[in-house]
């Protein structure tokens, strides 16, 4: 389609051929008729159409030579530059934790302290244990004993010797057993502070874990309990029951 218009603008540029000669006389003439007038008003007019003719002319032939040149053609359309897709790093999965941890080997120290040489803390369905209470100071001290039992005791004493090593007087004592079932005393008797829990007539202490301790002041410092003792003295349905042992000092 594009051929054909410009084959035919061609041809029609080439049978064309302006008089130019013949436009000039004319307006030659058409001048020298007017020329007796010369305002400057009609002048202008004049010169006007003189201009209109020949941008006329050379219009023509400014629209043979763009005949001839061809039609330009639509551009063509600039290619679209690729944009790069982004780089997706993956997200690498962590492994599995192990459901459990094993726990950590350890071997218990020993939670018992050594009891005396000449002790006996264990005895029948007895079991005993003494020590300085840990909140003990220089001037106040607590001696503690713990006392186990498997079977119900029918009988029971408990003697606790606090040696005198100057200034050691009573402050208190107490137990984890009734208070109504025992009959207390503290004397001081042999160079020993003596506080005894005699289990009453008819009264039973059950099986299980019991606590008796003995309060005191002394003389200012750390005191010397080397020479401390107790002594427990049992009945129960498997006869006779006898421990004794000393107070260990605080860890």
Known sequence: MNEEINRRLREAAEAHEPDRARI?????????????????TRSGPRAAIAALIAAAT??????????????????????????????????PTPSARP??????????????PTPPADSRVQNGPLWSEGSIDADSNIYWAQ??????????????????????????????NWQTLPNDDFT????????????????????????????????YNHATGVRAGKRDNYHVHAQSSAGSSTVWGGFTQPR
């Open 99 to 112: 459901t459990s941890s094993p726990a950590p080997t350890t071997t218990p120290p020993s939670s018992r």
């Open 143 to 172: 001696s503690n004993l713990i006392l186990k039992t498997t079977q119900p005791l029918t009988a029971l004493t408990v003697e606790l010797r606090i040696a005198q090593t100057g200034g050691v007087q009573k402050t208190g």
């Open 24 to 40: 000039l006389a004319r307006v030659e003439r058409g001048l020298a008729v007017r020329h007796r007038t010369r305002s400057i």
């Open 184 to 215: 207390v005393t503290v004397e001081e008797s042999g160079g020993a502070l003596r506080y005894r829990w005699t289990l009453k007539p008819g009264r039973t202490a059950p099986a299980g874990q019991h606590q008796f301790a003995a309060q």
């Open 58 to 91: 050379l219009a023509t032939g400014g629209l043979a030579v763009a005949a001839i040149g061809g039609v330009p053609s639509s551009p063509a359309p600039r290619p679209t530059p690729a944009v790069p897709s982004p780089t997706v790093t993956p997200t």
